[in-house]
């Protein structure tokens, strides 16, 4: 794929996450584009992502809905804010909450593949649904509630207070 993730246009000091951080040599590197109206995401696990033999480690796959999930919401809100990706200032948010149900043991022989869409799109929160499949088999379901970071990258709320207005 020859367009930019949605995590290319992170701000280098917004890039080091494990999950999403494309400065982070270690990391993930989950990328996320736009289908439409919703977005996707295509993860390969490795073999040492392995849970128990042939199925895919939770973590990883909670991993996976988070970053996918807050890169998803900053896209949502350049677009809602007609803004083009990484116009400044830099749009970022964080996850405040986040609930992942596993519907059946997720088979490692990928790709996985992440479809998202939102529950709603506010300035400083953005609720976004995510499906994780292996080809058309539903593995994992999350919903990853996000809040914007202000400009100067701390978080526009306090998140302990669940802050739910948009």
Request: hydrophobic share 35%.
């Amino acid at each position: 794929m020859t367009e930019k993730a949605f995590q290319d246009f992170y701000p280098d000091n917004l890039s080091h996450c494990y999950g999403c951080g494309r400065l982070n040599e270690n990391g993930l590197h989950v990328r996320s584009f736009w289908d439409g109206d919703e977005t996707v995401c295509s993860f390969s696990p490795r073999p040492y992502h392995t849970a128990i033999p042939g199925f895919v480690y939770g973590g990883l796959l909670a991993s996976l809905i988070d970053c996918h999930s807050t890169g998803s919401a900053s896209a949502a809100a350049y677009r809602a804010e007609n803004r083009p990706m990484g116009s400044e200032p830099p749009i970022r948010f964080v996850t405040a909450s986040l609930k992942v149900d596993y519907l059946r043991p997720t088979p490692i022989e990928g790709p996985l593949l992440l479809r998202s869409r939102f529950d709603e799109i506010g300035r400083r929160k953005v609720i976004v649904r995510t499906d994780l499949f292996v080809g058309d088999l539903l593995c994992v379901q999350g919903q990853v509630v996000t809040v914007r970071l202000r400009d100067e990258g701390s978080p526009a709320t306090d998140l302990g207070s669940h802050d739910r207005t948009a």
